[in-house]
């Protein structure tokens, strides 16, 4: 049998078609797979003020009934920070108040406090250098910071 030159374009048109369709059929599989959901998000982002005061985290997911930690540290700066939930209906802190003391650039000094989730909600973690200075120039450091915490 013998295919005339209309033809063959016609075949030609049809296989370029379903060779399209089978392109966006597995490029649309492919784009919907979702990694799988780990147990908690990973948390990298913290806050560095001045170098003097550094805090390991900036937002904070908990499940309810559950506790996570928040590193709070000074380089050469001594002075209270204190710590409270905007919510403690929400979130509550083990520790409202710390002292943290560093005599140098080359040593940290770090507290370690606890957030326990309590109910299902957004909140924020309020930290406040209250009477926080340098230890070497005694420049006075006044700054405060807000850490979301995310109970679910």
């Known amino acids: ?30 784009r919907q797979v979702k990694p799988t959901p780990t147990a908690e998000p990973i948390q990298v982002s913290s806050i ?15 499940p309810v009934g559950e506790s996570r930690t928040i590193d709070i540290s000074t380089k050469d ?28 650039n080359d040593e940290l000094d770090t507290k370690t406090i606890t957030v326990k989730g309590q109910e299902v909600g957004t909140t924020a973690l309020i930290i406040t250098l209250d009477d926080v200075a340098t230890f070497n120039t005694e420049e006075q450091l006044t700054e405060s910071f807000t850490i979301i915490i995310e109970v679910q």
């Open 48 to 62: 560095n003020y001045l170098d003097k005061v550094i805090i390991s985290k900036d937002q904070l997911t908990i």
């Open 77 to 104: 700066a001594v002075g209270r920070i204190t710590i409270s939930s905007s919510s403690e209906d929400i979130a509550t802190v083990d520790n409202s108040s710390i002292w943290l003391e560093s005599i140098s």
């Open 1 to 30: 049998m013998k295919m005339s030159r209309t033809n063959y374009i016609i075949f030609a048109v049809i296989m370029i078609c379903i060779s399209l369709v089978v392109f966006l059929i597995t490029t649309k599989t492919k």
